[in-house]
């Protein structure tokens, strides 16, 4: 390669050329992986001769879950048996990223999906066609802007939610390291169809016991909460005293004793 | 080990060094002005806190790096307001670091003690002036004197017995009893057994007679978590599973231990764990502690379904719910 | 004479022929105070009670101490038309619909903390650097009861609200009054006006908090700096001072403009933390009712360490003939407390009662010089803190990836095995400071500079230390440990007996230290050296 006035091999011994070149390596095996990845990774929507959405979820079911859950979702050893939940808990595990989970520890985390929107509705499709469990939502039904009421949501998430997900959402800690996530930028969607799946350790919330109108104010209140700006100034995480305290000893008395220390040294 | 005479001896003060303004007038002027500009500073403050009070509208909100959307009122107020406050403190401090004399100055310590000559004539003083008062002698005096002061601290001690009612029996009561149905909280929607799914819970209390208000000491007492297994889930002896129905079993809320509401229940390990101090409650086995300070397991409330299919309760707590008590016998 | 000189002088001869105060005056505004920005920590504690007192004056104009139910139509949505009590309802109002309410609430609520944080920081400092001592045993007693109270105040003052986080809180501190045996029951209910949460605790809780508590803080807090003053502040040592003087500046003008300036900046500081720190967002609390929790609740960081205590405690109740004793309540919340807090207060005393010091002091102490203290302190710094820790374990565990049974086990078994560790370790510190300080005394500092002799050796330039550098280093004494015989020289027993025994014991362990270099030792070596 000729750059002109200087070959890049004479570059060879330059102090530098060890790093640019490992940083050239890396990048070329990142990007070759990401590519060869997205390309395996999208579903042969094209090469197949399938029809129905359902025998395309069957296919990706193969491919991408059966291994932990067995081939006809019968379960496995640490992955349970998928007959029966419904469409709404695939719809909420793989759209959330949870499903297919990364690695096997305490519990699964909410991650960027690895199925687009297409290829989760073929796979809760196929989930669906093996028993009747609850359906999939989708935003366009979640009236709650209409239909909810904040200050009611309010109400329920504290009754109902707060002990596990914190008083704003925030999340929280369980037994054994297991934790109750996050809430902030849920789709209303996933928030509906957690209700009503209760997935993992969350248990399950019967449309009898809240309303799907109760429902709605409950997703209202969570959408509010998270748009609310932070009234009194930085929220501090919205967790409680813990993070205060901290900035006390930090912010706090750390300014104040810097200014004493300045206040008593002898000037120039 | 080294004794007093041989120690290093106090060499006194450091010689005073001058500073700057001390020494240069332009570096004493240039000081001036500086402490004079923070004055200053602080007085516009003011004006920015006089000015956000009055005139920022309290719905106005403006995007601030990190601390994302916040509420501008709030936020010019509270820093003008800090402004004036420090401005102030900042040019007195450089004040006087920088013009006031900064030599410093020895002043002489005294001993604590008194004269001796003092302490003997206040012994003496005390000595004569308690003997001609008598108490030392008139023990009859003495004596009443101490009765008279010892019983009169009794006094407002009595007077504060209406602050509040004796315990009696009520830590020992709830609102439940044979029959009550439950209904949800919030909503008080009666519950048939078929509105719960395994896996489910709900948060219940008593239905109250029509027109009794719940008030909040009812719902410390009788708040009551409803969660549904499947019945071989259970490891109970025999009594406690009759009071379950078809997998579904009833606790108090209320945790054994400090009182907190005992709602976070973990469906896949069957747990409930209490957030104020992390005991563990398992499910299938009446709610036994298995981690955790508590010492008791949480109440469990014998429920059944009515001939309409909806969920009462067979009777009230067998036991106290809540927090322990000197009168509480198990 | 000018105009200001003029009115100047007629008021002061005004106010000076009703009081006398021109004598006093001029005695004190000459008064010297030692300057050192340890010496301020305590200043923090009082300029913060100060801004509590006007924040919180504020503050009651709005606030309405009743839980009698209300039905909220504020301008905060999110809680609209809910009930609640009239406490929650105008705290919320002070919020959102007093211009700056909730400035003034942050304020109040920062300078709390700020108040404890700062008391636990002058606190660590009078500790470890000996000012306890004779003749400031009384003001370290009153210390121990501003802590206290503190304590308490500022729990009654953040449970005004009645929010769900602090109504929480009332709910264990009742279940801790309910479990006292005998008489918990009774306590409660009386304090309650009946069955938790009852509708007179939280206007109870706010004469104590506004009136009772400030008043008796006045009082102490007067106390507490008039002993300060007549008994003039300590100082560390220094060339120069002596334990028969004060060196610093004149309370006029030099310590009036800088502790004067520091009051406003404490002020200034604070008001910051509440302008752009949210601190006790009620609204998203929610108000108090106890059928409601949330996860990762918890008191003040100046009760966390309580919290976390109460967390570790083992499960244990005892049941007999018909009663119950709750020693996984009692230990914690009443009874450990109760020792460590009497600990504190009673240090000075005991301290005494091992060195058999009887002798006023007015130089401070170097940490290092006195390693049985300061290792004393870091044990029960490090006790505090690991149970600390325990308080916020779900926190840490969302946070840190850990689980919160981890760091129960770690905190149950740590507070056990860790502060004996930190003890020795930070005594072993001491003393090697304390060598390390004989060294630079006798051999000077290294300099790093290396120098070739004549003959070819290479040495190192040890540069001397100066003669205040070295009175600094050795000026404090080093008192033999206290002898008590088991018999006298007639052969009498010792009445004393074991507690003279123990007496001798800790005396020994306590005096173990690093004779400082005498200046004949440095005399000796600097003949040899170069």
């Known amino acids: 390669m000729n750059f002109g006035f200087k070959k890049v091999a004479n570059y060879r011994r330059h102090r530098f050329a060890a790093p640019v070149l490992i940083v050239v390596a890396l990048i070329s095996l990142g990007t070759t992986f990401s590519v060869a990845s997205a390309l395996t990774g999208g579903a042969h929507m094209d090469g197949a001769e399938q029809t129905t959405l359902v025998q395309e979820g069957k296919e990706i079911f193969a491919r991408g879950c059966s291994s932990c859950h067995g081939i006809n979702a019968e379960g496995g050893g640490i992955a349970p048996a998928l007959v029966g939940v419904g469409a709404a808990s695939v719809d909420f595990q793989v759209g959330t990223g949870r499903m297919p989970m990364a690695d096997m520890s305490q519990q699964a985390m909410r991650k960027r999906p690895v199925y687009n929107p297409e290829q989760t509705a073929a796979l809760a499709a196929y989930v669906a066609s093996l028993a009747p469990g609850p359906a999939a939502v989708n935003d366009a039904q979640l009236t709650y802007e209409r239909d909810g009421n904040t200050a009611q949501g309010g109400e329920l998430f504290r009754t109902n939610c707060a002990m596990c997900h914190n008083f704003a959402g925030q999340g929280g800690a369980l037994t054994q390291g297991k934790y109750a996530p996050t809430l902030m930028g849920v789709e209303p969607k996933h928030i509906y169809e957690a209700l009503i799946t209760g997935p993992q350790s969350m248990p399950v919330f019967s449309d009898k016991v809240i309303t799907p109108q109760e429902k709605l104010s409950i997703i209202k209140w969570l959408k509010a909460a998270e748009s609310e700006p932070n009234l009194g100034g930085a929220s501090l995480g919205r967790v409680g005293p813990v993070t205060e305290g901290l900035l006390v000893w930090t912010l706090g008395l750390g300014i104040l004793i810097g200014i004493a220390v300045w206040l008593t040294i002898k000037a120039r | 080990m080294s004794n007093e005479i041989s120690k290093f001896s106090d060499p006194g003060l450091p010689d005073h060094v001058h500073r700057k303004t001390d020494i240069d007038p332009k570096a004493e002027k240039r000081a001036e002005q500086q402490v004079a500009i923070l004055f200053v500073l602080s007085a516009l403050c003011t004006v920015l806190t006089i000015y956000s009070y009055l005139f920022i509208k309290t719905d106005t909100f403006v995007f601030l790096p990190i601390m994302g959307d916040t509420n501008a009122h709030q936020l010019f107020l509270g820093i003008g307001l800090a402004g004036s406050l420090l401005f102030i403190g900042f040019g007195a401090v450089h004040w006087a670091k920088q013009l006031m004399p900064d030599t410093e100055v020895v002043a002489l310590r005294h001993e604590m003690r008194s004269e001796d000559v003092d302490r003997e004539d206040f012994v003496q003083t005390v000595k004569e002036r308690a003997g001609t008062a008598g108490l030392g002698r008139r023990s009859l005096i003495k004596r009443s004197l101490g009765l008279a002061v010892g019983v009169i601290g009794l006094t407002p001690l009595v007077m504060l017995r209406d602050l509040g009612p004796l315990p009696k029996k009520q830590l020992n009561t709830t609102s439940w009893s044979k029959g009550t149905r439950l209904v949800t909280d919030p909503g008080n929607k009666p519950i048939h057994v078929n509105d719960l799914e395994v896996g489910a819970v709900a948060q219940v209390l008593p239905e109250l007679p029509a027109g009794t208000e719940r008030t909040l000491e009812n719902i410390g007492t009788d708040a009551v978590l409803l969660i549904r297994l499947r019945p071989e889930d259970f490891q109970l002896d025999s009594e406690r599973l009759s009071w379950t129905h078809e997998g579904i079993i009833a606790f108090s809320k209320i945790c054994s231990h400090m009182g907190c509401a005992v709602a976070l229940y973990e469906q896949q390990t069957k747990h409930l764990l209490c957030p104020c101090h992390q005991s563990t409650f398992d499910v299938t086995r009446a709610a036994k502690v298995i981690f955790g300070p508590a010492a008791r397991p949480l109440p469990q409330l014998a429920i059944t379904v009515d001939n309409q299919g909806y969920l009462v309760a067979q009777q009230g707590f067998t036991e106290p719910i809540g927090p322990s008590f000197w009168e509480r016998s198990s | 004479m000018k105009t200001s000189e003029k009115i100047a002088g007629t008021v002061a001869n005004y106010v000076d022929e009703r009081t006398g105060a021109a004598k006093w005056l001029k005695k004190n505004l000459t008064k010297v105070f030692p300057d050192h920005w340890s010496f301020m920590l305590g200043e923090i504690c ?74 636990i920081a002058h ?35 953040y449970s005004l609200p009645d929010d769900l986080l602090s109504g929480t809180g009332i709910r264990i501190a009742e279940a801790i009054l309910q479990a006292i045996p005998v008489v918990g029951s009774y306590l409660a209910f009386f304090a309650f006006g009946g069955a938790f949460p009852g509708h007179v605790f939280i206007p109870r809780i706010y004469t104590v908090h506004v009136l009772l508590l400030p008043g008796i803080f006045l009082a102490l807090i007067t106390v507490h700096l008039m002993l300060v003053w007549y008994q003039k502040h300590t100082q560390y040592p220094g060339p120069g001072r002596t334990e028969k003087n004060v060196v610093g500046y004149p309370l006029m003008p030099v310590y009036m403009a800088k ?54 405690a083992p499960p244990i109740e005892t049941h007999a003939f018909g009663h119950t004793i709750s020693w996984n309540i009692l230990l914690p919340g009443l009874i450990i407390p ?151 020289a007639g052969g009498v027993r010792n009445p004393a007996g074991i507690k003279g025994k123990i007496r001798a014991r800790m005396s020994q362990a306590n005096a173990e230290q690093i004779n400082t270099p005498s200046e004949a030792e440095v005399k000796a070596i600097d003949g040899g050296h170069h």
């Open chain 3, 46 to 119: 009082l300029y913060s009670f100060i801004i509590l007192l006007l924040s919180g004056t504020f503050l009651t104009f709005w606030f309405d101490p009743s839980q009698r139910e209300v039905v909220y139509n504020g301008s905060y949505a999110p809680l609209s038309n809910l009930t609640m009590s009239a406490s929650y309802a105008s705290t919320l109002h002070i919020s959102f619909d007093v211009r700056g309410g909730l400035l003034m609430r942050q304020i109040h609520h920062w300078a709390a903390l700020i108040f404890m944080a700062g008391i």
């Open chain 3, 123 to 157: 606190l660590l400092r009078v500790f470890f650097t000996g000012a306890f001592r004779k003749p400031r045993e009384f003001n370290w007693l009153i210390g121990v009861g501003l802590v206290t109270l503190g304590i308490v105040e500022g729990f009654l003052g």
């Open chain 3, 259 to 312: 502790a004067g300036g520091f009051f406003f900046i404490v002020f200034g500081v604070t008001a910051f933390l509440g302008a752009v720190a949210s601190i006790n967002p009620i609204w998203l609390y929610g108000p108090y009712t106890p059928g409601q929790i949330s996860a990762g609740s918890q008191p003040d960081f100046y009760m966390g360490w309580l919290d976390g205590l109460v967390r570790m």
């Open chain 3, 338 to 488: 109760g020792i460590l807090f009497t600990g504190m207060a009673l240090y000075p005393f005991i301290e005494s009662w091992i060195t058999g010091d009887k002798q006023e002091h007015h130089l401070l102490d170097r940490p290092r010089n006195v390693p049985n203290r300061t290792a004393l302190g870091a044990m029960s710094l490090a006790f505090m803190l690991i149970i600390l820790v325990n308080g916020g374990n779900d926190i840490i565990a969302t946070h840190f990836h850990l689980t919160i049974n981890q760091i129960m086990w770690f905190t149950r078994i740590g507070v056990i095995v860790i502060p004996p560790i930190v003890f020795v370790i930070t005594k072993r510190l001491c003393l090697s400071l304390q060598r390390a300080d004989r060294e630079i005394v006798l051999h000077g500092k290294e300099t790093g500079r290396l120098v070739m002799l004549p003959h070819g050796e290479f040495v190192e330039v040890h540069q001397e230390l100066t003669p205040a550098q070295k009175f600094t280093l050795t000026q404090h004494s080093q008192p033999e440990p206290l002898a008590i015989p088991d018999t006298d």
